[in-house]
């Protein structure tokens, strides 16, 4: 270790210095004594265009520099690429010497800011109060297993590999607050749901892993697949092809009917799904799409149904005025011949509509959106759709959005309506939802 002295450099050592070094003074490191030969290692290193000056690209005058502003400096040329053989040999020799500068922080200073552009961490933190009767799916209330009532954080992770790929994950968990626990995820603490790669050619892209499979406008799918997918540009038309692995035990809708015997039953999923879907811009203004899904495999064993199920969407959202837009889908399968819980078929397509005024923008701080909707869903003519509460559900939702501050927003809604097939051998049951929830993202 040096000891401590009082050293003058010249202007042409200073221009190598990196940032943070007007503090230097209190800084707990020795300084580097006047006759190291680190001072001449390092204007080697900036003559060769190697260490580049500070920030505002000024000299800062002749001071003392510290072991700790030499870590940064020998930090910063360590960060750098394709280096000369003679320049690397000068870099390993400078971090040699500083080498427990270097680990107590220079070098992960280094990594962090050579690393910076290449990994990305986003998240949003979700407060969601939910109250009323929210049976649309399942034969009996219980509010404890079935409430949205919830404290909900997700972390996505975006690594680029290279100029082509980047690899992609989502990590959640979810706290109901009814019931005191975590009840999401099959009560895992934590659920990988997404871990893919994507790869950019062009106006094409390539997905493979576990990632969000979507629908033209969500009416048939909005959930994790494990497979590939291929989207593609070509003008004002768009689409994509999908061949994945969906989730296993799970039925459509997720909705479950209860017979006499006091068992439920429903329609469970095969393994296999497959998708093409389109989406064209009529004008600046006006967009149509259509998805074909299709399942290789559906079950009914109470009804002694087993066969593959397919799926159509056709949708279509315009602005109709400043401020105002309107989106409609329709989606239907073909499976039929399934009754509920009072014998009446299950209704296997549906409608979804939503007006809306204005639009809300979470980095815009006092935006806002008012917004209604109407369903009429029928539990068989979807696999998992986007919008809460529209399977198996007849009724009208109002509501709106608020950004109270910045990457935060604020959305409350109210739903009405009853199931479109009884659930229940007492019969259709009311759906009347009440929604507040906070989200931050980070």
Known sequence: MFNKSTLTITTSALVLMSTGVAGAASNPFSDVPQDSWAYDAVATLAADGVIDGFPDGTYQGNKTMTRYEMAQIVARAMAKEDLQKADKAIVDKLAAEFAEELDNLGVRVADLEKKSDNVKFTGTARLRYDDGDINATGPKADWDKDSASHAHIEYWIKGKVNDNWTGV?????????????ITAYGGDNLQVNKAYAEGNFGDSMLKLGRYGEFSSYGRIIDTEISGAEYTFEAGDLSGALTYGRIKEDRTLAGTKFENKADKE????????YSSARLKYNLSPVTAIGATYGRLNEVTVEEQGFKDSVNFWEAGFNTKLADNLTLMAAYSKSDLDGVTDSVGSEVVNDGWFSELRYKQHNPSDVGSFA???????????????????YTENVRGWTLGFDYVPMENTTIEVFYTTGTQVNATSTEGRQDVDIFRAQMEFYF
Do not use: H, W
């Open 169 to 181: 994950g989502q990590i959640e968990t979810e706290y109901n607050m009814k019931s005191d626990s």
């Open 265 to 272: 039953y429903g329609a469970y999923l095969g393994t296999e």
């Open 370 to 388: 008012i917004f209604t909707n109407y369903r009429n869903v029928g539990a068989f003519s979807t696999i998992d759709a986007t919008v809460d």
